[in-house]
């Protein structure tokens, strides 16, 4: 038998209480932090970028205009895409995010912001990954856009659309996109945490693994960046198989 990992120390309700109130004052502080840096997102300068700018999509090619769906707002997530490659041979990292954002849509087009997924890959690779996938947001095409459209992969941007122009308001990458990944809040939460070897965690508790080691997992749910593993949502899919090569044929665009 193995020994299990630590534990948090067993004290009384009472010490327990102390203990939490003391966190959830350092808590309510870092979210005035957060609405203060929300404040001042809404205050930074904005750029114009190309509303004509051809994407492709589901009707084929339309000016980038045409995704704000008559909105005033409009959110993106630009997907990073290998050319060539299958379902489990794309990005572990973008899956993760988009996984995420999917439920986003009908909140956001409440507050009247549209969202759309972009990608540099082909359009007739885009549609059935998508379909696969069970996304019913929008997908585009950059393929021929030439224009960077808020960034590079991996992306959340912000655009304000005034008539027939289009501004850049906004945009993140990185650990930035953890404020919508809500399973990474979720992990923090837990006494051990996410597991990574960035964490500071106390002594005894499992050891940290690379970052996101956990992307991608094989059949049996076991954590692996081999080649027989898919990100993680991909196993939720029907006709999702047992996969042995990643099957990435081009460059990542």
Do not use: I
Not at 101 to 108: D, E
Not at 110 to 123: E, I
Not at 222 to 229: D, I, L
């Amino acid at each position: 038998m193995t020994t299990p990992p630590s534990r948090p120390p067993l004290v009384d309700r009472e010490t327990w209480q102390k203990a939490h109130e003391a966190l959830l004052a350092r808590e309510k502080a870092h979210t005035r932090e957060s609405d203060a840096l929300a404040a001042a997102r809404r205050r930074l300068p904005m750029t114009e970028t190309d509303a004509q700018a051809e994407v492709v999509g589901a009707q084929g090619p339309v000016p980038f205009l045409d995704l704000f769906e008559g909105r005033a707002e409009l959110v993106t997530y630009q997907h990073m895409w290998y050319d060539g490659a299958p379902s489990q041979g794309q990005c572990e990292g973008c899956t993760n995010a988009a996984w995420h954002l999917q439920a986003a849509t009908p909140y956001l087009e409440a507050r009247g912001v549209s969202f759309a997924f972009l990608a540099s890959g082909p359009w007739d690779e885009l549609a059935p990954y998508a379909d696969f996938m069970g996304y019913r947001q929008p997908w585009y095409s950059l393929r021929d856009t030439g224009v960077p459209l808020g960034g590079g992969m991996g992306n959340l941007s912000v655009f304000l659309r005034d008539r027939d122009r289009v501004f850049l308001t906004y945009t993140t990458t990185g650990r930035g996109n953890e404020a919508f990944s809500g399973s990474f809040a979720l992990l923090d939460r837990t006494p051990y945490g996410r597991g990574e070897a960035w964490e500071e965690n106390p002594a005894g508790r499992p050891e940290g693994r690379e970052p996101c080691w956990y992307w991608r997992t094989d059949v049996t749910g076991e954590a692996t960046w081999r080649p027989h593993g898919r990100p993680v949502p991909q196993w939720t899919r029907p006709g999702a198989e047992p996969v042995t090569t990643l099957g990435r044929q081009g460059h990542c665009h």
